[in-house]
């Protein structure tokens, strides 16, 4: 069919065109051309469809875990979505193919034969588990394909398969980073231990008691189970009547999966003990705390059940940076729900991975293809070479896995949230002088080969009142609102530097000042001008973010973090700031500016200096002093309409009366008036144009409106042209071309104009 169409197109095209023929029909001709340019589109489409990346994906999509491969496959398709939208890679889109292991051993092995030996997949992501990742992996080493994991924990998932790669903490790592935290944060001396008798349970619990032996963390009882065979709670029974009887039952270490541990807690509240608890990554999941919310029994009291418990966690929001924010904000315009920390690991997943697709030479050879990309993910062995992905910055060690920090999260008010201690890893430990006494004092701690400090968490609120005095000229605005702090350690508010302040705010005069279960809650108002820089690119169709940002001057990044207090910014039963902000304008000046957005999000502000320490002058590691800054961006978009309503209409009559100049005969003295009637319109569209940018301050670049006005230049000057032809032809009697001159003109310009409008809309409605 579509050969045949291209043939009889081509046959018209080419009768009409024929040498001696005089009067080839133009719409004949036109409508074959765009027959062999739809053909053409059409084909091409077809190719570029069939030519395209595939990566596969493999998870629980259906039964108990669906919503955790659900998530995962979210991640994905999010930033294949992205990819794709920019261009694909080398314009080639990517392709995801979805694959359901049902999160069974069995089902996997055979779904990672389907994939690495009978698809074109490049690549995988998944699995969900530790077990069926192990089991897939066997596959992936034999055949030869890469695979990446954002959830899969047990060292044997990497462990001599240099195929498997993992954008998160291995279980080692979790389980020693989790001791110390007990013995030195939490300043717990005993603990119990209950772990799941698979991979991810025993990997974790063993380096739980190793670093708890070298650390004297005492350890108490130990109980295991095999949730596939055992009587689960019958166990569960069994070590909440022994928690009981213990006076001093001390610190409960949870190596379980989310659904075994929601089990176990419930069963542990349900029975009035309150021991601490603390877990590794299974209980930081956000599908940890679905297993209450989605139960009839514990809705509604979930936080009874969550309040204080302690975990890993692979993404905290709250201290997450602008492209985190960013990240957020997609996922929920595409999928209409708030991202889990599975759908933002798998995200990232994706992410390195069409990196590594992006610089891999790929080959016919398909094989060929797959090694290639394995060693493109090698080459992120260092600091240097890490990716800076949503969840964090991280690259891989000798075996595959994520070399990153682990943050610590604490459930509150039915939110994870970051906890108020951190361990931040001590990069550049040779310019601590004091080293040996901070470490007395238990402010930096041991982990292996590792020193960490003990990280301040400052949970930040701000809410905004007025925001008014936008001067876009001079690059300010003024900002009325309410800033508060909460910190279970000393901070100095003074020192607190607003980095785009028109000028210095002092935080001296707090407005409340109180101290609860150890936590101080200081709260001020402030109203200042601040600067901001502009972008005009899209003007007058532009959207606008006006920043609140701020650090600690003496302070930096490894003594105290700002987090986004997402808790203290909730408001009307749990609705986010946002939606008030949206409902309420805090805008003065309104007629011109429509809220859109608010943000807050935390960052670091770095020095790019070593300040002349030389015991800096020869480290490999960054030797720039970060800050932690935190910050509020309020986006605003122009009143357009009120814009065009106000500028615009002018130019559309002026416009007009340079169309109407095409229906003024060009003979004798008509012709003179006909050109005044141009000439006036091209001078008055100038004029306009002058008086429109003479709004804008003093910038390098086009913006939109000034596309919008060459427009209208074009078109005017189109009538001028017509105009001087049309006479020249009348001149040498051509009065057949001078019809077809008015003709044209009378039917291009306003084609060109709603053209142009069209476009405009497209691109700015």
């Known amino acids: 069919m579509v050969r045949f169409i291209l043939g009889i197109s081509l046959k018209i095209i080419y009768l009409n065109c024929r040498a001696g023929e005089e009067k080839p029909n133009p719409l004949l001709i036109s409508m074959a051309l765009s027959a062999v340019i739809i053909v053409l589109m059409f084909s091409i489409s077809a190719y570029a469809d069939a030519d395209t990346l595939q990566i596969a994906v493999i998870g629980p999509l259906s039964g108990k875990y669906r919503a955790g491969g659900q998530a995962m496959l979210d991640g994905v398709n999010l930033c294949a979505a992205e990819i794709n939208n920019s261009g694909g890679i080398d314009c080639r889109k990517i392709e995801v193919l979805a694959y359901d292991d049902q999160n069974s051993k069995d089902i996997a092995g055979k779904k990672a034969i389907e994939i690495a030996r009978d698809s074109n997949a490049l690549a995988v992501i998944g699995h969900y588990y530790s077990s069926t990742s192990i089991e897939g992996g066997a596959i992936y080493k034999r055949y030869g394909i890469p695979a990446i994991t954002a959830s899969a924990t047990a060292p044997e998932v990497t462990e001599r398969n240099h195929w498997y790669f993992r954008v ?85 270490f949870v190596a379980l999966q989310d659904h075994e541990a929601a089990e176990l807690i419930r069963m542990i509240r349900d029975a009035g003990i309150n021991p601490a608890i603390i877990g590794g990554d299974a209980i930081g999941s956000h599908s940890f705390l679905r297993k209450f919310k989605d139960d009839p029994l514990t809705e509604g009291s979930s936080a009874r059940y969550t309040n204080d418990i302690y975990s890993t966690a692979f993404f905290n ?36 991975l069409s990196e590594a697709v992006r610089q891999a030479k790929l080959k016919p050879d398909l094989a060929q293809s797959r090694q290639n990309i394995r060693d493109q993910l090698n080459t992120r062995r260092s600091i240097e070479t890490a990716y800076k992905g949503v969840t964090g910055r991280f690259c891989f060690d000798g075996q595959g896995n ?22 931040t890893p001590v990069i550049n430990y040779n310019e601590i002088a004091d080293l040996q006494e901070q470490l007395k004092q ?91 820089t502009f972008n005009f690119h899209e003007y007058p169709f532009d959207s606008q973010t ?70 800096t002058f020869d480290s ?64 008055s569209a100038i ?79």
């Open 168 to 252: 998160v903490p291995d279980t080692n790592l979790q389980g020693r980073f989790t001791a110390v935290y007990t013995r030195g944060v939490l300043e717990k001396k005993s603990v119990n231990i209950v772990f799941e008798q698979d991979a991810y349970g025993t990997a974790l619990k063993r380096s739980f008691m190793n670093a708890a032996r070298e650390i004297g963390l005492g350890i108490k009882n130990v109980w295991g189970l095999d949730s596939q065979t055992d009587n689960v709670e019958k166990i569960f029974k069994v070590i909440t009547l022994e928690l009981q009887r213990d006076v001093k039952p001390g610190t409960l």
């Open 317 to 352: 929001r709250d201290i997450g940076n602008y492209e985190t924010q960013q990240f957020v904000q997609a996922f929920k315009r595409r999928f209409g729900r708030e991202p889990d920390d599975m759908a933002a690991t798998y995200y990232d997943a994706a992410a390195i």
């Open 402 to 423: 994520a070399v990153k920090s682990i943050p610590f999260s604490v459930y509150l008010h039915n939110k994870l949230i970051s906890a108020p201690t951190q361990l």
């Open 442 to 532: 238990g402010n930096i701690l041991t982990i292996d080969d590792w020193f960490v400090r003990k990280t301040t968490v400052i949970y930040t609120g701000l809410d905004v009142t007025e925001i008014s005095d936008i001067d876009p000229i001079n690059g300010t605005f003024n900002a009325d609102f309410y800033l508060w702090f909460r910190n279970n350690e000393p901070l100095d508010y003074r020192k607190i530097e607003f980095l785009n302040a028109a000028k210095e705010i002092n935080l001296d005069d707090a407005i409340i000042e109180t101290t609860a279960d150890n936590i101080q809650y200081t709260a001020f108002r402030i109203k200042s001008d601040f600067k901001e």
């Open 546 to 615: 006006l920043s609140i940002r701020f650090r600690h001057k003496k302070s930096n990044s490894e003594h105290l973090l700002f987090v986004a207090d997402e808790i203290g910014m909730l408001r009307n039963k749990g609705k986010p700031l946002v939606r008030n902000f949206k409902k309420h304008s805090v805008l003065a000046s309104a007629q011109e500016w429509h809220p859109r957005d608010i943000m807050f999000f935390s960052d670091t502000h770095i020095t790019d200096s070593s300040l002349g320490n030389p015991n």
């Open 620 to 683: 490999k590691a960054d030797s720039d002093i970060s800050y932690s800054r935190f910050n509020a961006v309020t986006e605003i978009k122009r009143n357009a309409k009120s814009y065009v309503l106000k500028n615009l209409i002018p130019l559309f009559i002026v416009i007009l009366l340079g169309y109407v100049m095409l229906f003024v005969p060009s003979q004798g003295p008509l012709f003179v008036a006909r050109m005044n009637l141009g000439v006036t319109a091209l001078l």
């Open 687 to 765: 004029f306009l144009s002058v008086n429109a940018t003479s709004q804008l301050p003093n910038i390098g670049y086009l913006v939109a409106l000034d596309y919008m006005y060459y427009a209208a230049y074009a078109i005017i000057l189109s009538g001028i042209v017509i105009t001087v032809a049309d006479l020249a032809a009348i001149q040498k009697n051509k009065y057949n071309i001078s019809k077809q001159l008015t003709r044209f003109g009378r039917v291009f310009q306003p084609l060109f104009f709603l053209t142009v409008i069209g476009i405009f809309v497209y691109l700015y409605s």
